[in-house]
């Protein structure tokens, strides 16, 4: 079950990135700097849509790869937190999965 | 000479084609021009129509605001698709810089783009060596048959009728020569590393971006501009073999290419 202030992450909208041989290569526009993730990278990162929370993306990864909830989890919320820092995601509009919007 | 609204005599502008991009300069003074001449002698060519730039001190303010705006110790250039302002060009140098920013952004709808590499053709078919400076562009070119030789540092690459082609460009490096005026299929990307023997090795498509990104000639923060260089780099490297290649200061490297 998610967490009531469960984050809900967007990809940044001022970002140009693209899906190539099954990686996904980014760039901030800002400082041109590229940014690469690989195939378990891009699954989640096509799944950062501002709708799902971290729980959710990590139940789409194990259905796809066979890797353990509490692994799928834990690398979904490690890379979040990564792409966060770096502002390829952003905290979408309606916040968190808690919110009443929701 | 011309004369200006002012009835100032101006010179006459200047026509360019680089990469096939037409450009008409018109220059507010005789010397900026008669540097250009000389320095851009083999890409001098009038073909219509011309996208004009025009040279202010300072910057004009434009009727509308610029698509794309760069400052470069201290020239600046501003542009849109019905032309360029370019403000503070005191020099050759500074216009060389400038024409690079405005070609970078001007090549976008054109399918285009600029890359440090230095270009050799042979047998007919571009082979295109990227990497900044001290990667050994020169050190191909001083290598390559005479008359071989785009360009020594920058290459203009655009998707044309179905086909990667590049071009040369007027903006040299250590080779100390102005590229050729012509153009050829493009064989391959090769990313250079210099080392003690010669070896190449394919890359894949997302390796082959990692390899070229760097080395692409860029300068615009605007997102979808940003998104369109992407959609260009990732067409070409899908449709044009990359490869790493180490290569020695001998002209054996050529031996390793495919052909």
Not at chain 1, 62 to 80: N, P
Not at chain 2, 136 to 157: M, N, Q, R, W, Y
């Amino acid at each position: 079950m998610n967490s009531p202030s469960a984050p809900l992450w967007q990809k940044n909208p001022a970002l140009a990135w693209r899906e190539i041989d099954g990686e996904t290569v980014i760039i901030s526009p800002g400082d041109s700097v590229m940014h690469e993730l690989n195939d378990t990278g891009s699954f989640i990162w096509k799944h950062v849509d501002g709708q799902r929370t971290a729980a959710e993306i990590a139940a789409l990864l194990r259905s796809e790869y066979i890797v353990t909830s509490e692994i799928a989890l834990a690398d979904t919320e490690a890379l979040l937190e990564e792409l966060a820092g770096q502002r390829l995601v952003v905290l979408a509009a309606n916040g968190s999965a808690g919110d009443s919007s929701r | 000479m011309l004369d200006d609204h002012a009835g100032r005599a101006v010179p006459r502008p200047l026509d360019l084609a680089i990469g096939c991009v037409p450009m008409r300069l018109h220059f507010p003074g005789e010397d900026l021009r008669s540097q250009s001449l000389e320095r851009y002698e083999g890409f001098c060519a009038t073909v219509e129509p011309a996208y004009p730039i025009r040279f202010e001190s300072p910057a004009p303010v434009l009727p509308h605001s610029a698509d794309f705006s760069y400052q470069f110790e201290g020239a600046s250039l501003r542009c849109d698709k019905v032309g360029a302002f370019f403000s503070g060009v005191r020099h050759a140098y500074a216009l060389d810089t400038l024409l690079r920013i405005l070609l970078s952004w001007v090549l976008l709808p054109r399918t285009g783009f600029l890359l440090h590499a230095a270009t050799v053709v042979r047998q007919g078919r571009a082979y295109v060596f990227a990497g900044r400076s001290g990667a050994g562009k020169s050190t191909v070119a001083s290598l390559a048959p005479a008359g071989s030789v785009l360009t020594d540092e920058i290459s203009l690459l655009r998707y044309e009728e179905g086909q990667w082609r590049a071009h040369g460009t007027p903006f040299w490096g250590e080779f100390r020569a102005a590229g050729s005026n012509t153009s050829a299929p493009v064989a391959g990307f090769f990313r250079l590393i210099q080392s003690p023997r010669n070896s190449v090795r394919a890359m894949r498509p997302a390796e082959a971006l990692r390899a070229l990104l760097p080395n692409v000639l860029f300068f615009s923060t605007d997102t979808s501009a940003n998104r369109r260089l992407l959609d260009i780099l990732t067409q070409a490297v899908e449709q044009v073999p990359s490869y790493h290649l180490d290569f020695q200061r001998t002209q054996n490297f050529w031996e390793v290419l495919p052909a």
